[in-house]
């Protein structure tokens, strides 16, 4: 298995610039998520997906989009790129369906941002 | 709402020192604890969790008590390596029938031969 994979490792953008970050996973997990990761404010929630075809709202969810059309994809869209959005993102899943059940998070590997 | 207040770091130990890095927490009900590592270069893995009051969370020689008490979850480990260099973050989910992550600012550890 290859876990959860994320590309690509390292993007450059401008201002207002748009693009997507992947997020596939190999385990079969209903549960996936996007975090980003700022210095001194560990992890934050952006959104996160139940199963395909539901997605919803974390912490900070503004200037961010996601779908989940299949159980394996959950792409990050960023349509309006801003220095703001400067970080690294994680993206995570577990077996998990939302109801708490305490199941390991499994993360990628990371999406280095930087937006000029 | 719920939050997780780590030591701030770096925490600096020579090799075979014993560590502790302090995690407490502010929930409502009966959160589970996790410790989660991040080594250079990678995303988070697991380290330990506890999912009730009193469990003790152990893997690789660290460990940690879900207190619920005080509202802690210190991290320990009696012999690190340097190896173990690397950043901690303590987190819960909360107990409301959600998967949701609330994260630690994280502590960096370094230790030098």
């Known amino acids: 298995n290859a876990g959860v994979t994320q590309t690509p490792k390292f993007q450059v953008l401008k201002t207002g610039q748009s693009m997507t970050l992947q997020c596939a996973q190999d385990?079969?997990?209903?549960?996936m998520s996007w975090y980003r990761q700022d210095p001194g404010m560990g992890l934050r929630l952006i959104h996160y997906s139940v199963g395909a075809g539901i997605t919803d709202q974390g912490e900070v969810p503004n200037g961010y989009n996601v779908s989940r059309s299949t159980t394996e994809d959950f792409p990050l869209r960023l349509l309006s790129a801003a220095p703001s959005q400067t970080s690294v993102y994680f993206c995570?899943?577990?077996?998990?369906?939302?109801?708490?059940?305490?199941?390991?998070?499994?993360f990628g590997p990371g999406t280095r941002l930087l937006v000029l | 709402g719920d939050s997780v207040t780590q030591m701030e770091g770096p925490v600096t130990l020579s090799e075979e020192a014993f560590l502790t890095i302090n995690c407490t927490y502010t929930a409502t009900g009966y959160p589970s604890l996790f410790w989660y590592v991040q080594y250079p270069g990678e995303g988070l893995q697991l380290l330990l969790k506890?999912?009730?009051?009193?469990d003790k969370g152990s893997n690789k020689g660290f460990e940690a008590t879900y207190r619920k008490e005080t509202t802690s979850f210190h991290l320990e480990k009696g012999s690190v390596q340097v190896s173990d260099s690397a950043v901690y973050f303590c987190a819960l989910e909360g107990s409301y029938n959600t998967d949701k992550l609330i994260f630690g600012t994280g502590t960096r550890l370094q230790v030098f031969p």
């Open positions: 995570a899943s577990s077996s998990g369906t939302g109801g708490g059940y305490q199941e390991t998070q499994y």
């Open positions: 506890a999912t009730k009051a009193d």
């Open positions: 385990m079969n997990h209903e549960y």
